[in-house]
T-cell receptor, first 113, second 114 residues
Framework: NAGVTQTPKFRILKIGQSMTLQCTQDMNHNYMYWYRQDPGMGLKLIYY???????DKGEVPNGYNVSRSTTEDFPLRLELAAPSQTSVYFC????????????FGPGTRLTVT | AQSVTQPDIHITVSEGASLELRCNYSYGATPYLFWYVQSPGQGLQLLLK??????LVQGIKGFEAEFKRSQSSFNLRKPSVHWSDAAEYFC????????????FGTGTRLQVTL
C-alpha cells in the first residue's frame, strides 16, 4: 500500500493565484484531515472529512476549500493565494474503528510570493 | 478545550545518552495521547499512544512514554539516543466531539551530537 500520498511536493505561487493540493489514501479510511505546519507553531487543522460528501472546518479554514467526492481523495483548494498561506501542508487519514491514530502524507511545501 | 504544551523548543543530547522530552496536557477526563516524530522533510510518524491501562507504553524505535495523571504529563523517553533520532517530536491529544481531531503541541526539535 502507498498509504497517504500528496502532490505536489513543492510549489511556488504568486499572490492571487489559485491551486489545488492533492491528497489520496489507499487504506479505505473514512476520516481525512488537512493541516498546515508553520515554524514553531505545531500543526493546525484546516479542514476535515468524516466520509465521502461530508466536510467540516477546523481551526484555520479561511482562504481554503475542500471537497470529498470519493473515499480516497481529499483535495485542498487555495483561492487567491496570500503570503500568509506560505506553509507546509499535511494530509492525514484514519480508519473509523481504530483508536484514533492518524496516518500522515509526506507534505507539500508551498511558498506564496 | 484540550491542549498540550511542550515546554522545550530545542534539546541537544549526545549519542548514547538518555533522553526525556516533556509533554503536559490539559483535559478533563482520561486523555488519549500520542507522540509523533517528524524527520527532516518527512511527514509525521506515530511513535506510540496511550488510551488506558498500563501507564508505561512502549513504542517503535525503542521509545517509551509514561502517563502520569497527577502531573498531567506524558513524557517521552529513550535510554540511549542514536544519531538517527535527530528529528522533531510532537505530542498530541485527541479532542472530543466529532471526528476525534488531534491537537498538537508546538514540537521539540532534538539534535544529537556525536
Amino acid at each position: 500500500n502507498a498509504g497517504v500520498t500528496q502532490t505536489p511536493k513543492f510549489r511556488i505561487l504568486k499572490i492571487g493565484q489559485s491551486m489545488t493540493l492533492q491528497c489520496t489514501q489507499d487504506m479505505n479510511h473514512n476520516y481525512m484531515y488537512w493541516y498546515r505546519q508553520d515554524p514553531g507553531m505545531g500543526l493546525k487543522l484546516i479542514y476535515y472529512s468524516v466520509g465521502a460528501g461530508i466536510t467540516d472546518k477546523g481551526e484555520v479554514p479561511n482562504g481554503y476549500n475542500v471537497s470529498r467526492s470519493t473515499t480516497e481523495d481529499f483535495p485542498l483548494r487555495l483561492e487567491l493565494a496570500a503570503p500568509s498561506q506560505t506553509s507546509v501542508y499535511f494530509c492525514a487519514s484514519r480508519r473509523e474503528e481504530t483508536v484514533y491514530e492518524q496516518y500522515f502524507g509526506p507534505g507539500t511545501r508551498l511558498t506564496v510570493t | 478545550a484540550q491542549s498540550v504544551t511542550q515546554p522545550d523548543i530545542h534539546i541537544t543530547v549526545s549519542e548514547g545518552a538518555s533522553l526525556e522530552l516533556r509533554c503536559n496536557y490539559s483535559y478533563g477526563a482520561t486523555p488519549y495521547l500520542f507522540w509523533y516524530v517528524q524527520s527532516p522533510g518527512q511527514g509525521l510518524q506515530l511513535l506510540l499512544k496511550y488510551f488506558s491501562g498500563d501507564t508505561l507504553v512502549q513504542g517503535i524505535k525503542g521509545f517509551e512514554a509514561e502517563f502520569k495523571r497527577s502531573q498531567s504529563s506524558f513524557n517521552l523517553r529513550k535510554p540511549s539516543v542514536h544519531w538517527s533520532d535527530a528529528a522533531e517530536y510532537f505530542c498530541a491529544v485527541r479532542t472530543t466531539g466529532t471526528a476525534s481531531k488531534l491537537t498538537f503541541g508546538t514540537g521539540t526539535r532534538l539534535q544529537v551530537t556525536l
